[in-house]
């Protein structure tokens, strides 16, 4: 064929992006695109034997070879796929844009029904012109007399087309590399990039450094391949151990045979994985090869706690194995991955249009061949297809977790501590998620036991009304209400709503945690960030529920009904506390506790303090200029009537240690609470000596 120069013809819908060379933000993406070119014609050769149209040796087994040489300044990107002529090159590489991809499908759509191309985009060998000034096709075509061609292109819109010599199917490109982009051209930089994206493509990849030293391995004789190239026979002499008898007399024992060996060419290992994981059936993996997998490709050495495998065929191609991982941090710092796959071609971590916001903090991989792409293949158009997906992926999610706690249940509650903050944060984010979640939402009281949802929120109707209590001999029901305020008018009123308590920190209100246990009373922990916002969900979702912590308020089963008159007592220590702690808006309570060796109390409105909590976070993360202070919630000191401190002070409110012993009570109320601030405490720790120092005079 004659030399031959033309003019590359480029569709005017992608001139911008090639002219502009934005075709992908990571340049590395290269040997992705030629790598799965390579790929794709190793596909279509098998399928054309396949259909008949050709006929492949019976050893014929594809491979994609890439060889960098630093010295050259080049790569070479070598398969042995279908090839070209020189009319395919001029209309699959000249004409930029067009698909040979798209085009192979096209023709034999009816006659092969497994598809398994990779491109459909056809710009991806334009990629090479990112990191390369020239770049040359060595390439033969399968069919019958074709003639070798040799292409060639500097990145300007001319190129060369000419006979060339290379004599075996398949294509070799040529990328000479720019002074910006040499590190390509080093081994380890090249294996680190192919194993990012190519680490589970379906025909093998082998990595080599041009004029590299030979290596060599030695094998058993019985394990030679006929591919072996032996370099040297060796005979292993067998090895002999002196042996000592019982009876004293020595011997010579053969520990190991003779055996044979050779001495050959190291054989070359792929980069990838051509059978992945996600690509078999659930049925065929064992669970030490799910938590392999796990360790390779997410190089985290902490077992998974348990794995969900996708599996789908219709009405869209979908698999993948999502991992629910071992964490140990505060939710704002969990980082998950999943990485998205496109026919076992890696396209990018945590798509958010296909993988739910929320198991992104979950680790997996998915392949959807289905997808639709854009040209550089990293980001998804947002349409209805894509949302099905994702709605797919989180109702599995749903359908194995809701199985786990009906058939698991241990199991599920071993794992719960480590899966709650997934499951909450896809709560408040998905709402069907949510529905198929509700009932299946465990929460660990604090006697370390785990309900549900339908056990801890059980019908008002059968809560309204309590066994009989007895009180002066007479038997009277007993209604599941609550005083509260209502906080635009200041009235009280009757909430009756059930109630669930919760504690968020077991140590600092132990004393309230003690109170109900004597009582029998339950309340369950909720010490996650994440909880404020998911129990206020839960209140909008079950009207008939609330939630309050545990120091919300003092419920009438910690109360003693001795039906004693305190309003005086009442008067009378509001206006001692108030004076002694210099607070006019502190509210004083006074009650008969059950317990008499607790002297007082704080209680902070549930309303008040959610609101403090969400005004501190979002100045955590700078979301906000307003002082968290200002929605301080409401304080209530409850005193108890039957301690005798709490009497003494009534008894003698003049004596001038009465001020301190008020003030005293109060820190000690709100030790319980909450921890003092730094003042407050200096202030605590030296009034305590002063009234230790009472007992010396």
């Known amino acids: 064929m004659a030399n031959k120069h033309g003019s590359l013809s480029i569709d005017s819908e992608n001139l911008f992006p090639i002219i502009k060379k934005w075709l992908y933000s990571d340049h590395d993406i290269f040997y992705r695109e030629l790598i799965s070119n390579g790929c794709d014609a190793i596909t279509k050769l098998k399928k054309l034997d396949m259909m008949g149209e050709t006929s492949l040796p019976a050893d014929y087994k594809g491979k994609i070879e890439v060889i960098v040489s630093p010295e050259d300044k080049t790569i070479k990107f070598i398969d042995n796929g279908l090839g070209m002529t020189a009319d395919e090159v001029e209309e699959y590489i000249t004409k930029i844009a067009f698909s040979g991809a798209t085009d192979f499908i096209e023709k034999y759509k009816d006659k092969s029904n497994d598809d398994q191309i990779i491109g459909h985009f056809g710009l991806g060998f334009y990629s090479a012109f990112m990191v390369a000034d020239v770049v040359t096709i060595d390439t033969l075509s399968y069919q019958n007399g074709a003639n070798a061609v040799h292409w060639s292109c500097d990145g300007g819109t001319e190129y060369e087309l000419s006979d060339s010599d290379k004599t075996t199917v398949g294509t070799e490109i040529t990328l000479f590399l720019n002074e910006d982009s040499l590190a390509f ?370 419920t009438d089963s910690l109360k003693d009904e001795s039906g004693a008159d305190l309003t005086e007592a009442t008067t009378s220590l509001t206006e001692v506390f108030k004076n002694a702690l210099h607070n006019d808006k502190l509210t004083v309570k006074v009650e008969s506790l059950k317990n008499d060796s607790i002297a007082s109390v704080i209680t902070l409105s549930e309303e008040g303090r959610r609101m403090q909590d969400m005004m501190k976070m979002y100045a955590m993360h700078g979301m906000g200029g307003m002082d968290p202070n200002m929605f301080a919630a409401d304080q209530t000191l409850t005193l108890n009537a039957n301690h005798a401190l709490v009497k003494y002070i009534l008894e003698n409110k003049d004596s001038e240690h009465v001020p301190m012993f008020a003030e005293q009570l109060y820190d000690l109320a709100m030790i319980s609470n909450q921890p003092l601030s730094v003042d407050a405490m200096t202030k605590f720790v030296k009034r305590s000596n002063d009234i230790m120092l009472l007992l010396t005079k």
Request: charged share 35%; glycine share 4%.
């Open 185 to 554: 051209a080093n081994e380890y930089r090249a294996r680190e990039v192919i194993e990012k994206y190519c680490s589970f493509m379906p025909t093998e990849i082998f990595l080599s450094k041009a004029n590299a030293e030979v290596q060599y391995e030695t094998i058993d004789v019985a394990d030679r391949l006929d591919t072996d190239e032996v370099v040297e026979e060796i005979h292993e002499a067998a090895k002999t151990e002196e042996h000592e008898n019982e009876d004293g007399t020595k011997e010579i024992v053969e520990v190991s045979p003779a055996k044979d060996k050779l001495k050959i060419v190291k054989r070359p290992v792929p980069l990838n994985d051509i059978h992945p994981l996600w690509a078999k059936t659930p049925s065929e993996c064992t669970e030490d090869e799910y938590k392999d997998f796990y360790r390779k490709v997410f190089l985290d050495y902490k077992e998974p706690l348990f794995w969900i495998h996708l599996n789908m065929d219709y009405p869209f191609n979908l698999k993948g194995i999502l991992y629910f991982p071992k964490i140990n941090t505060e939710y704002d710092s969990i980082e998950g991955t999943i990485k998205l796959y496109n026919n076992q071609v890696f396209i990018a971590d945590n798509i958010k249009e296909v993988i739910p916001e929320f198991l992104m903090l979950l680790k997996g991989v998915i392949d959807c061949p289905d997808l639709p792409l854009n040209v550089s293949r990293s980001a998804l158009q947002n349409d209805g297809f894509v949302k099905k997906i994702s709605e797919y992926i989180t109702k599995k999610v749903a359908d194995k977790l809701t199985g786990m706690c009906k058939t698991e249940k241990e199991a599920y509650e071993k794992y719960w501590d480590d899966i709650s903050p997934f499951i909450k944060f896809g709560c408040l984010k998905d709402e069907k998620f949510c529905d198929k979640m509700n009932d299946y939402i465990l929460f660990k009281d604090i006697n370390g036991e785990y309900q549900t949802l339908p056990e801890l929120l059980k019908p008002v109707s059968e809560t309204e009304t309590s066994e009989a209590k007895t009180k002066d001999g007479e038997a009277v029901e007993a209604e599941v209400v609550a005083d509260d305020v209502d906080v635009n008018t200041g009235d009280e009123y009757k909430d009756d709503r059930a109630t669930v308590y919760y504690v968020t920190d077991l140590n600092q209100q132990g004393q309230y945690v003690n109170l109900f246990k004597e009582q029998g009373m339950n309340a369950v922990i909720l010490n996650h960030n994440i909880d404020t916002s998911f129990i206020s969900q839960l209140e909008m979702r079950n009207e008939h529920y609330r939630f309050k912590r545990i120091d919300a308020d003092l």
